[in-house]
């Protein structure tokens, strides 16, 4: 089996393992299960849906889904907006995995299908994402002009997260809480979160060069602009 193969199988992978795990969430949101660490009882299903997509997890998992389906399907163009939407989803999905790992597993208490529910958005598609962009690219698709760019969506969210849940008074991590800890503790979180993001797209811009995988290099003399 050639690269390019091995590479397109294991972006179908990631991508029927991604769904899968977004699906089986909405289900269980759907029928009055837990969404990720909070139980929903008697708050009505729009509210609940409309949590379920305010969370990062659900969102990263859904670009990690997106960008590994047209990867699967051989797809043959690669527009600036599209590289940014990888770039945000390898890195995100990082984060994801790692703020999941060290400050929300050990609040969990979750079982059944909530408990595989959680280990597959957590877990096990940021470790297909992470091997797969490590393994197989493709390469020579980002360059230091996307790192502002990528920026925009996760510290988009953080400014939702703030604003609605000032409105709402529902926060969808801990740390982020303001009723809890004020908004002091949320901010210095919010800016722990932004310096990892910002740490990490650049890291993933200065590695890409020096990883394996189906390249492209010319992509880097491409006009900066948005198309």
């Known amino acids: 089996m050639d690269t ?15 769904w899968a795990a977004l699906i089986l969430q909405v289900v269980l949101v759907l029928k009055g299960g837990r969404v990720l660490d909070e139980s929903v ?9 409309i949590r379920l997509v305010s969370y990062f997890t ?62 597959l958005l957590h877990m096990v598609v940021p470790l297909l994402a992470i091997i797969g962009w490590l393994a197989f690219g493709p390469r020579g698709r980002v360059d230091s002009s996307l790192l502002l760019p990528s920026l925009i969506f996760p510290i988009g969210w953080l400014v939702y997260t703030l604003v609605r849940g000032g409105v709402v008074d529902w926060y969808p991590y801990p740390f982020l809480d303001v009723g809890l800890h004020g908004y002091p503790s949320a901010l210095l979180a ?35 602009q948005l198309t």
């Not at 590289?83 to 990082?94: E, H, K, P, S, T």
């Open 58 to 119: 659900i969102l990263s998992n859904l670009l990690v889904a997106i960008t590994t389906t047209t990867l699967a399907l051989g797809q043959a163009a690669y527009p600036r907006w599209w590289r940014v939407l990888r770039l945000n989803a390898v890195i995100c999905i990082a984060v994801t995995g790692v703020v999941h790992f060290f400050l929300l597993r050990p609040l969990l208490d979750l079982s059944g299908a909530d408990w595989a529910a959680d280990k």
């Open 41 to 49: 009882g008697p708050v009505p299903l729009g509210t609940r849906l």
């Open 4 to 18: 390019q193969r091995q590479a397109r199988t294991w972006h179908a992978l990631t991508a029927v393992v991604t």
């Open 190 to 224: 919010c800016a722990g979160v932004a310096v990892l993001l910002l740490a990490l797209t650049w890291a993933a811009i200065r590695l890409d060069p020096r990883l394996p995988g189906e390249r492209d290099d010319h992509v880097r003399s491409r006009s900066p």
